[in-house]
C-alpha cells in the first residue's frame, strides 16, 4: 500500500468523492508545473480536514481560505515580509518565497507549503508556525509527511502536543 493509500484507509466522515481542482488555473496562476504524485493527493484530500484541525487546500475552492491559488499567494507574500529567517532555507535548496506553494494550513495559521524542486520526486514539505520561527522540513511528498505525523513518527516543532488524536480521522469536504 501506498502512503496515499494508507492516509484514505483513515476513518472518517463526510463526502469521500472525487475532488475537482481546477490544476490549468493554478499552475498558470503560480508559475509551476505540479508533480503527478502531488495532483494525485490533493485529487483525494483537497478541501478534507485531518483531526478537525489540519485542513488540505483545494485548487480552485470557491471558499478562498481553503483554495490553494489564494493561499499560496497570501503565504509568499507573508514569508517574503516577515519570515526573512526562512529565505537562506529556502535559497539553499535552489528557490525563494515566490515559488512555493501553500498546500494546507491549520487552525493555528501554521502554514504547510511545497518546496518546488526541478526533480519533482525531490519536492519537500514545510511546515512554518503561524507565529514565531519554528519550522519542520521533511524531504518527502505530502501524503508521506501527513502519514508519519499521524503515525507519530514524526514529531514536529510546530504543531501543538495535543495533535494528532490517537485516533486520526478524517473529514472530506471535497466541495469547500
Known amino acids: 500500500m501506498t502512503d496515499l493509500d494508507l492516509l484514505a484507509s483513515l476513518p472518517y ?11 490549468a488555473r493554478a ?8 508533480p503527478p504524485t502531488f495532483k494525485k493527493f490533493l485529487n483525494t484530500f483537497g478541501g478534507a480536514k485531518f ?10 475552492a470557491d471558499n478562498e481560505n481553503a483554495d490553494l491559488i489564494a493561499r499560496t499567494l497570501a503565504a509568499r507574500h507573508t514569508l517574503t515580509e516577515t519570515r526573512p529567517h526562512l529565505h537562506r532555507l529556502l535559497e539553499d535548496r535552489g528557490t525563494s518565497t515566490a515559488e512555493v506553494i501553500r498546500w494546507g494550513g491549520t487552525d493555528n495559521a501554521d502554514m504547510l507549503l511545497l518546496i518546488p524542486h526541478p526533480d519533482p520526486d525531490r519536492w519537500a514539505v514545510l511546515t512554518v508556525i503561524g507565529r514565531g520561527p519554528e519550522y519542520d522540513l521533511y524531504e518527502g511528498p505530502p501524503e508521506s509527511y501527513l502519514l508519519c505525523v499521524l503515525r507519530g513518527r514524526l514529531m514536529s516543532q510546530v504543531f501543538p502536543d495535543d495533535f494528532p488524536d490517537e485516533e486520526p480521522t478524517v473529514q472530506y469536504s471535497p466541495w469547500i
Open 51 to 60: 483531526d478537525d484541525f489540519l485542513r488540505v487546500y483545494r485548487a480552485g
Open 27 to 34: 499552475e498558470k496562476s503560480l508559475h509551476t508545473t505540479f
Open 13 to 23: 466522515t463526510g463526502d469521500n468523492e472525487p475532488v475537482l481542482n481546477d490544476w
